[in-house]
């Protein structure tokens, strides 16, 4: 990898008459997100330019979104998802929960210091995931899930109305194994899914919110097969959320997701996306699919 070289490579694709797009796919997805900030770097010492700027002077619509996406930082990007679910009238509360849902605690953390979100989020569900408090241990305490379980059960489905602090305080801060544990033994006190309690006991934000934490939970990569899906299906495409899997997952688990889509939806995420975009948006998200 030589950040100089492709950082000429890219000056070249965009210098003089027309662009050349499929160089710039060529180049952009071949690298990681971490060789990806060198070029920028380099691009601005060697060719005196903002390599950001020119890209958005020389493309358009989602395919600059996926490429702009694609040269941001990590957290930065997550940050700059959240800014956009925020703003304007009315809220995108899917991509919210979709990002703090998924998140790891120490990723929840950059992104809040990155980013004032408690000064915007006053909403109680978000503050507690903002924490960025989960246990992140292994230890399955028998005893302990067993009570939680009850706790749930006690706290939804055996009372009228719902505690939905109880909720949040338990499926928040108990580490991975433990809360599946817990999921197992509710089943079997409750007599149905966890999912299926939330689902009736509550509505709105929280409740998709709470839902998005135990399916990522149980295996992340289906929770993200099934946002692209939903962002595919049907008439239209939910070009934001299609954008921010592919560009926030590619390096992360794309090829879990690839697998579950393939498992959930019996056809290929590669086929979906094919068939659903077109031009050089298409060929970008094709790469970051791969396969």
Sequence with gaps: FSAEQEAQALRKAMKGFGTDEDAIIE?????????????????????????????????S??????????????????????????????????????????????????????????????????LIFLQGNRDEGT???????QQDAQCLYEAGEKKWGTDEVQFMSILCTRNRCHLLRVFDVYRVIANKDITESIKSEMSGDLEDALVAV??????????????LYRSMKGLGTDDSTLIRVMVSRSEIDMLYIRREFQAMYGKSLHSFIKGDCSGDYRKVLLRLCGG
């Design 139 to 145: 230890f399955v305490d028998e005893a302990l899930a």
């Design 27 to 59: 180049t952009l997805t071949k690298l990681n997100v971490s060789q990806r900030q060198q070029v920028l770097i380099t691009y601005k010492s060697t060719i005196g330019r903002d390599l950001i700027d020119d890209l958005k002077s020389e493309l």
């Design 214 to 227: 135990v399916k990522c939970l149980r295996n992340k990569p289906a929770y993200f097969a099934e946002r």
């Design 61 to 126: 619509g989602n395919f600059e979104r996926v490429i702009v996406g694609l040269m941001t930082p990590t957290i930065m990007y997550d940050v700059h998802e959240l800014r956009r679910a925020l703003k304007g009238a009315g809220t995108d509360e899917g991509c919210l929960i979709e990002i703090l849902a998924s998140r790891t605690n120490a990723e929840i953390r950059h992104i809040n210091e990155n980013y004032k979100l408690l000064a915007l989020l006053n909403e109680f569900f978000i």
